[in-house]
């Protein structure tokens, strides 16, 4: 009997710790359903669309290349709706906990660096219940500093809930952009599912070409 309960103890507490690191398959392809709503001072903007991403290498250390593509693209302002071209495909490496590595591109084929915290993972497992704090320094020209705070609420039906709170700053800007994540994640492959997010103080210079906004918000849902 002591044995049995100490089998599911350990079980119990296997089903509430997540680890985030995702194990990347070559060929696997997934594809995502796109909205964002933004949010400038005198009009609001919707963007709709796909997004794919295909393994196409898998690396020793868990990274992975993967192509992305964003097609069915419709821009609507103003109530005039617009229909964008295809993006061409990119050829990234992505770490496993879902980072792309940009650094070696040129900084006008980069994204913005908000764009990597969408899905923020934290580099260790987690713990129903308990918040990990967060303080990193990336490895790039801008000394782009992430701090804040990501907590897994819960694990149910197979399900990873994950709510996290970021602030990203970096030399350049004049004010760190503030991110507000709830993101759904298989709890066994730790493939996304879906994340909702609400990005707010975002810095001029990280949208070039576009008025200032006053928040953005995303959601990617995985249809297949």
Same mark, same amino acid.
């Given at each position: 009997?002591?044995? #049995? ?8 507490? %296997? /089903?509430?710790?997540?680890?985030? *690191?995702? #194990? ?5 392809? !997934? ?49 005039? !709706? ?16 879902? #980072?792309?590595?940009e650094k070696d591109l040129p900084k006008d084929q980069r994204q913005p660096i908000f764009m990597s915290y969408l899905t923020y993972r934290t580099p260790a497992a987690m713990k129903a219940g308990e918040t990990v704090k967060i303080s990193e320094q990336r490895? !790039?020209? !801008?000394?782009? /500093? ?9 694990? *149910?039906?197979?399900? *990873? ?9 970096? *030399?350049?800007?004049?004010? %760190? ?48």
């Amino acid at each position: 009997m002591l044995a #049995t309960l100490i089998a599911a103890g350990a079980l119990s507490l %296997a /089903q509430d710790i997540f680890n985030p *690191a995702r #194990t990347y398959t070559m060929g696997e392809k !997934d594809v995502y359903g796109l909205s964002m709503r933004l949010v400038a001072e005198k009009y609001d903007a919707t963007i709709v669309g796909k997004l794919s991403y295909e393994v196409k290498k898998v690396y020793e250390n868990g990274d992975a290349d993967m192509e992305s593509k964003s097609y069915d693209l419709l821009f609507t302002v103003m109530g005039q !709706d617009y229909k964008q071209p295809e993006g061409a495909p990119r050829l990234l490496r992505y770490t496993k906990f879902g #980072t792309a590595i940009e650094k070696d591109l040129p900084k006008d084929q980069r994204q913005p660096i908000f764009m990597s915290y969408l899905t923020y993972r934290t580099p260790a497992a987690m713990k129903a219940g308990e918040t990990v704090k967060i303080s990193e320094q990336r490895d !790039d020209e !801008d000394k782009t /500093q992430v701090k804040g705070t990501s907590k897994l609420e819960s694990i *149910a039906d197979g399900i *990873a809930k994950v709510a996290t709170n970021l602030d990203i700053s970096s *030399a350049k800007q004049k004010k %760190a952009t503030h991110v507000e994540s709830v993101g759904y994640y298989d709890a066994k492959s730790s493939k996304l599912n879906r994340v909702e997010c609400r990005l707010t103080n975002l810095d001029p210079g990280e949208l070039q070409g576009m008025p200032p906004m006053q928040s953005i918000t995303v959601v990617i849902e995985r249809e297949k």
